[in-house]
T-cell receptor
């Protein structure tokens, strides 16, 4: 019974396309995150939602738009995909939004933009 | 310069060896996390520290707030410990985590 799930696991697409990645957690957590891991394996926060409210919005191109329909879901929509968007995107969740809260990660979505 | 520095970048050990991975940070923090990323890509949280020391099985994590330094130790290392170990800090005044670049550990049988 997966705690944090993401779909799809792999996404290969052409430059200029629009794509979405979905994330769901069944842990009853209030906070969800999107992270980007680049080719050098460096993780960086993109967005964080607490109770469907955006609380962290890092310097990310506005082609990236998160959407949280409810506390259990946080989707990431990317418009006009660029080569530099190729990365692994991880969703995570935690009970609270404090940096002391343990985060639980999804399996990642490997996005390849051709 | 990254706010979180890890050393070494790569570490190769023989099964049974005692392993130490270091993490230094340059700013005040509210919390420090150690994470493990498996070869298959999955990320698991190992510890959250705000002071002192924590132990779970063969893993021990320590933090020295004054020296802005944390260590992750693995006793009696095993090939299944092979993974990337990532240090992340919660910056004081911010609830986001800032990550180190990870330490890739390979334990040979």
């Amino acid at each position: 019974d997966t705690a944090v799930s993401q779909t799809p696991k792999y996404l290969v697409t052409q430059m200029g396309n629009d794509k979405s990645i979905k994330c769901e957690q069944n842990l009853g957590h209030d906070t969800m995150y999107w992270y980007k891991q680049d080719s050098k394996k460096f993780l960086k926060i993109m967005f964080s939602y607490n109770n469907k409210e955006l609380i962290i919005n890092e310097t990310v191109p506005n082609r990236f738009s998160p959407k949280s329909p409810d506390k259990a879901h946080l989707n990431l929509h990317i418009n006009s995909l660029e080569l530099g968007d190729s990365a692994v995107y991880f969703c995570a969740s935690s009970q609270g939004y404090l940096s002391t809260d343990t985060q639980y990660f999804g399996p990642g979505t490997r996005l390849t933009v051709l | 310069k990254n706010e979180v520095e890890q050393s070494p970048q790569n570490l190769t050990a023989q099964e049974g060896e005692f392993i130490t991975i270091n993490c230094s940070y340059s700013v005040g923090i509210s919390a420090l996390h150690w994470l493990q990323q498996h070869p298959g890509g999955g990320i698991v949280s190992l510890f959250m520290l705000s002071s002192g020391k924590k132990k779970h099985g063969r893993l021990i994590a320590t933090i020295n707030i004054q020296e802005k330094h944390s260590s992750l130790h693995i006793t009696a290392s095993h090939p299944r410990d092979s993974a990337v170990y990532i240090c992340a800090v919660g910056l004081g005044g911010s609830e986001k985590l800032v990550f180190g670049k990870g330490t890739k550990l390979t334990v040979n049988p």
